[in-house]
């Protein structure tokens, strides 16, 4: 495998996690933040525009995960495949501590 295919796995993970909070308070009609909020991914955006981007985030998972070819014969593919998972997990934990706090 080249190079970039383990940078796709790591940055799938990190798309795909991403979907999750923004597909989830979307279709559950919460307000949540975005890049579009004011200010950007602090203040909360409305559901529809949390779902959109949550489609946007599974979609472009979706492409790094087959540009990635992550896939249990390729052992590393999926160790970064989970490092990217874990990195943003991490960090929207760390980032969205506050978001109810005015």
């Not at 080249?2 to 795909?16: D, L, R, S, T």
């Not at 999750?20 to 559901?47: D, E, M």
């Not at 998972?61 to 087959?66: H, K, T």
């Amino acid at each position: 495998m080249k190079w970039y295919n383990f940078i796709a796995a790591f940055f799938a993970g990190a798309f795909i996690v991403n979907f999750i909070p923004h597909f989830v308070n979307g279709v559950s009609g919460n307000f949540f933040p975005t890049p579009f909020a004011n200010p950007p991914g602090k203040g909360l955006s409305p559901p529809v525009i949390n779902v959109l981007w949550a489609l946007l985030n599974g979609m472009v998972g979706y492409l790094l995960f087959r540009a990635g070819h992550v896939k249990e014969a390729n052992k590393w593919s999926v160790i970064l495949f989970l490092l990217g998972a874990i990195a943003i997990s991490i960090r929207l934990s760390m980032v969205l501590a506050d978001k109810h706090q005015g």
